[in-house]
């Protein structure tokens, strides 16, 4: 059983530019979660998406946007990237069926840097 | 709104029992979990309360009261690799998983 893996694992971006991150969920899971974390702070919720549709999203503007495809891996996608984006992202799944399905397991995160 | 309180900070010895404590004020409540997060690293789950009372798993044990908006994550025999931040999170009422969740506290663990 393979774990979330996202891609890439760091990221330096200009300010104004786009990114697109990447995450593989784990196998069997169906429910794909973004978070941003700026350090020292606790992760932020962007959005979540449950069989390819979007299912909840946080206090995001329109510019952080999302898919989730039919084998469930996801992506985020940022337009006219802020300074402010600087952050960790991270990825969850949920949702397999031999864990209680609320549980979330976490990717390793994306390290994105916006100068 | 939405809002979860956690000690920002938190120092204890090796080998003794430190309690961190959680509050909540959310629009639904589905559950609370606390997750531990090394730096640099993700976080990882320790543990899931949904009804009132405390859940042991071998040196953590969690323990929530709804009626209070309150949970508290107790760590035993305190290691130095327990070093960490630990935040909590509380799943909002609602038909998805949306989490909201606490700055998280840092706790660090002295020889």
């Known amino acids: 059983e393979t774990g979330v893996t996202q891609s890439p694992t760091h990221l330096i971006k200009t300010r104004g530019q786009q990114v697109t991150l990447r995450c593989s969920s784990q196998s069997g899971h169906n429910t794909v979660s973004w978070y941003q974390q700026a350090l020292g702070q606790g992760p932020q919720f962007i959005f979540q998406?449950?069989?390819?549709?979007?299912?909840g999203r946080g206090n995001f503007p329109p510019r952080f946007s999302g898919l989730q495809f039919p084998n469930y891996s996801s992506e985020l996608n940022v337009n006219a990237l802020e300074l402010d984006d600087s952050a960790l992202y991270l990825c969850a799944s949920s949702g397999g069926r031999d864990t209680r399905s609320y549980e979330q397991y976490f990717g390793p995160g994306t390290r994105l840097t916006v100068t | 709104g939405q809002n979860i309180d956690q000690p920002t900070e938190m120092t204890a010895t090796e080998g003794a029992i430190v309690q961190i404590n959680c509050t909540y004020q959310t629009s639904g409540f589905n559950g609370l979990f606390w997750y531990q997060q090394h730096a640099g690293e993700a976080p990882t789950f320790l543990s899931y309360n949904v009804l009132d009372g405390l859940e042991e798993k071998g040196r953590f044990s969690s323990f929530l009261s709804r009626s209070k908006g309150y949970s508290y994550l107790l760590l035993k025999e305190l290691q130095m690799k327990d070093s960490a931040s630990y935040l909590c999170?509380?799943?909002?009422?609602?038909?998805?998983?949306?989490?909201?969740w606490g700055l998280g506290t840092s706790l660090g663990v002295n020889p």
């Open positions: 999170a509380v799943i909002v009422a609602g038909n998805n998983r949306k989490l909201i």
């Open positions: 998406y449950y069989r390819e549709e979007e299912n």
